[in-house]
């Protein structure tokens, strides 16, 4: 079983469109993450959930708003795309946030290509 | 000022060299330390954490150096299969991980 798995694995879009992306873990987790990866290979954070509560925010447009039904799933959803939206984005998650050696298990990743 | 800087690279090594990767991170109030590996369009995937009193798992050997906020990655008769790119992350006691740009690891026959 995947542990932490993430859909669809490849999204093409045309800017302007709206895409959501899931992700879901059956690891029994309490934390998940968001982490977007450019072009240049950057993987920089944007939201974390702890337990459905948002937690971290990084500086990300108002068009991406992560939503947690339950503490198993985090989902990303994307308005108005944009080219610089392009990227691969992993979803992550951890046994606790604030435990200090918690590794990150995080999902295959989604590419999204903005047209 | 970048959280968390590391060797540019990319390192180019024959099979068996040794190799070292650094990085350093900027806040002193860091709690935790890791190196992960992340392959051609794959996700990352934990090598080790990063201990005060330095660890080692097989060829692999992580240093910390807290007063100067320097860790260090150390790999030993490298083989094909290490070829990838290799994060150092820095955790925040907050729960942030802050993965550093990456150092590509090319090893060649």
């Known amino acids: 079983d995947t542990a932490v798995s993430q859909t669809p694995k490849y999204l093409v879009t045309q800017m302007g469109n709206d895409k959501s992306i899931k992700c879901e873990q059956n690891?029994?987790?309490?934390?998940m993450y968001w982490y977007k990866q450019d072009s240049k290979k950057f993987l920089k954070i944007m939201f974390s959930?702890?337990?459905?509560?948002?937690?971290i925010n990084e500086t990300v447009p108002n068009r991406f708003s992560p939503k947690s039904p339950d503490k198993a799933h985090l989902n990303l959803h994307i308005n108005s795309l944009e080219l610089g939206d392009s990227a691969v984005y992993f979803c992550?998650?951890?046994?606790?946030?604030?435990?200090?050696?918690?590794?990150?298990?995080f999902g295959s990743g989604t590419q999204l290509s903005v047209l | 000022r970048k959280e968390v800087e590391q060797d540019p690279g990319p390192f180019n090594v024959p099979e068996g060299a040794t190799v070292a990767f650094n990085c350093t991170y900027s806040?002193?109030?860091?709690?935790?330390f890791f190196w992960y590996r992340q392959d051609c369009r794959k996700e990352p995937k934990l090598l080790m954490s990063?201990?005060?009193s330095g660890n080692e798992d097989g060829r692999f050997t992580a240093q910390l150096n807290r007063a100067s906020q320097y860790i260090s990655l150390l790999i030993r008769d490298s083989k094909l299969s290490d070829s990838a790119t290799y994060l150092c992350?820095?955790?925040?006691?907050?729960?942030?991980?802050?993965f550093g740009d990456g150092t590509t690891l090319t090893v060649k026959p």
């Open positions: 992550a998650s951890s046994q606790a946030k604030d435990r200090p050696y918690e590794k990150l298990f």
């Open positions: 690891l029994g987790h309490d934390t």
């Open positions: 959930y702890n337990n459905k509560e948002l937690i």
């Open positions: 806040n002193s109030a860091s709690q935790s």
């Open positions: 990063v201990y005060s």
């Open positions: 992350v820095v955790k925040s006691n907050a729960g942030k991980s802050t």
